[in-house]
């Protein structure tokens, strides 16, 4: 993850400046998605795990 968004910060000076910030933030939106995403399943596994010890 810490790659692509190295990667697309990296853009700056291949492409125009909009596109660059248009690519910052749509990484930032990706991270952010991406980190709810991974709370979300650890939520899930935590519930299972608790399911399952009382079984």
Request: charged share 30%; no cysteine.
């Given at each position: 993850?810490?790659?692509?968004?190295?990667?697309?910060?990296g853009?700056?000076?291949?492409?125009?400046?909009?596109?660059?910030q248009?690519?910052?933030?749509?990484?930032?939106?990706?991270?952010?998605?991406?980190?709810?995403?991974?709370?979300?399943?650890?939520?899930?596994?935590?519930?299972?795990?608790?399911?399952?010890?009382?079984?």
């Amino acid at each position: 993850m810490a790659v692509f968004l190295f990667g697309l910060e990296g853009l700056g000076g291949v492409v125009g400046e909009d596109l660059s910030q248009f690519g910052e933030d749509a990484a930032k939106d990706f991270a952010g998605k991406f980190d709810d995403l991974e709370a979300t399943v650890n939520e899930k596994s935590e519930q299972l795990v608790q399911d399952l010890a009382t079984k």
